[in-house]
Structure formats: structure tokens, C-alpha cells
């Protein structure tokens, strides 16, 4: 069985600041790593992903992640943030096999970008 | 439509009152999940199916639950009897196969059960 956590229910922060959300998870086998995005109102959105090669992952508008095995961990990272960055964010992993394809799902971060 | 959708957005139900929830994947796409999604938590895996068979539904939290995908398209999730513990966001997610293949989510259908 695979769990996720994400410590910080939320993180405020001013934009134009550096932000780093936390993940760490937990699994008995090898896993891909996912963080997804979830706006007001609207469905969860993929942001990036880890499944291998360069454990550093980036995503189109800026964010990054850092896949450490050592430390079990999946932090999602942004040198600067805009206020449309102002969301809920999970980070989820899947098992290379077993488990079928389901998701395991951290309890999400509410990221808050002020003036 | 391009993306994966759900209907009805919203529902209310009363407690003992049946409900189904239906979910469009996106076309051609294999796989579909179910997730539930509680105020305040992540989402949590219910069911899954590859094209019409159900492979996994190790999640759902009852026999009041139950998942078809007849044609291997559109699916149905129904309620029998809703408790006030259903209430929640019910997710559905689509991809084109199995393995790496990203999961593509629906905004969701959000049932109260008062």
C-alpha cells in the first residue's frame, strides 16, 4: 500500500516570493509521482510528473519537483509566484505495478498568493 | 467535448434517496477511475475499469455503491439508499490506456445528502 503526506494545509505567501510545498510518501514498491492542481470550481488539472530518467521535473509555467529517493520525498518548488498560482495542489503516486493504476493522493495544499 | 465531463454538477439528495452520477471520459480512452473526494482530503480511489470490465473496485465503501461502463464508454456510479457520510465530491478520471498514461479528471460531480 502506498500513503502520501503533505504536512502544510496551507501556505500563504506574497507573489513575486519563492514557495515550496511539501511532499513525502510512503511505499512498499516503486512508484511514479504526480502533482495535480485544482482551481476554484474546476477538476483536477496534471502538472507535472516524475516517472524516470532526471529526477528533476518541471512544468510549463514555472513550477519544478525534485524526486528524492533517499528521503522519500516530492517537493514542489516555484522562484516566483503570480496570484494565479492561487489553488489547492495534491501530489498523488501510483505503483510501477500492482495496485492496478489508481492514484494515492496526499491531503492537499492550499497555496494563497497575496498582493 | 474535449475533456472528460460529469453530470449532474450538483445534486441533493435526501438521506435513503437513490442517486446516479454519470461520467463522459474522454473519447477513445481505455481507462476510467472514480474517486470520492471529502471536504477537506484528497481525493480516494473508488473503482476502475478497462473498457467495460471492472478490474478494481476495492474502494467503494459499501454494497449501496455500485459502477458500470456497459459499452465501455460512459459510466454510471450509483448510490442506493444515501447517507449523510456520501456527501462528498465524486471524481471521475479518464486515460488512454494503461501504465504511464496520465489520468485526465472531470470537475466533478458534489452531492449533499441532507
Known amino acids: 500500500a502506498q500513503s502520501v503526506t503533505q504536512l502544510d494545509s496551507q501556505v500563504p505567501v506574497f507573489e513575486e516570493a519563492p514557495v515550496e510545498l511539501r511532499c513525502n510518501y510512503s511505499?512498499?514498491?516503486?512508484?511514479?509521482l504526480f502533482w495535480y492542481v485544482q482551481y476554484p470550481n474546476q477538476g483536477l488539472q496534471l502538472l507535472l510528473k516524475?516517472?524516470?530518467?532526471?529526477?528533476l521535473v518541471e512544468s510549463i509555467n514555472g513550477f519544478e519537483a525534485e524526486f528524492n529517493k533517499s528521503q522519500t520525498s516530492f517537493h514542489l518548488r516555484k522562484p516566483s509566484v503570480h496570484i494565479s498560482d492561487t489553488a489547492e495542489y495534491f501530489c498523488?503516486?501510483?505503483?510501477?505495478?500492482?495496485?492496478?493504476?489508481?492514484?494515492?493522493f496526499g491531503t492537499g495544499t492550499q497555496l494563497k498568493v497575496e498582493l | 467535448g474535449a475533456g472528460v465531463s460529469q453530470s449532474p454538477r450538483y445534486k441533493v439528495a435526501k438521506r435513503g434517496q437513490d442517486v446516479a452520477l454519470r461520467c463522459d471520459p474522454i473519447?477513445?480512452?481505455?481507462?476510467l477511475f472514480w474517486y470520492q473526494q471529502a471536504l477537506g482530503q484528497g481525493p480516494e480511489f473508488l473503482t476502475y475499469?478497462?473498457?467495460?470490465?471492472?478490474?478494481?473496485k476495492s474502494g467503494l465503501p459499501s454494497d449501496r455503491f455500485f459502477a458500470e461502463r456497459p459499452e465501455g464508454s460512459v459510466s454510471t456510479l450509483k448510490i442506493q439508499r444515501t447517507q449523510q457520510e456520501d456527501s462528498a465530491v465524486y471524481l471521475c478520471?479518464?486515460?488512454?490506456?494503461?501504465?504511464?498514461?496520465?489520468?485526465?479528471f472531470g470537475p466533478g460531480t458534489r452531492l449533499l445528502v441532507l
Open positions: 478520471a479518464s486515460s488512454f490506456r494503461e501504465g504511464q498514461e496520465t489520468q485526465y
Open positions: 511505499s512498499s514498491v516503486s512508484v511514479y
Open positions: 516524475y516517472l524516470s530518467g532526471s529526477t
Open positions: 498523488a503516486v501510483r505503483p510501477f505495478t500492482g495496485g492496478g493504476n489508481k492514484l494515492t
Open positions: 473519447s477513445g480512452h481505455v481507462s
Open positions: 475499469f478497462q473498457n467495460e470490465a471492472q478490474l478494481d
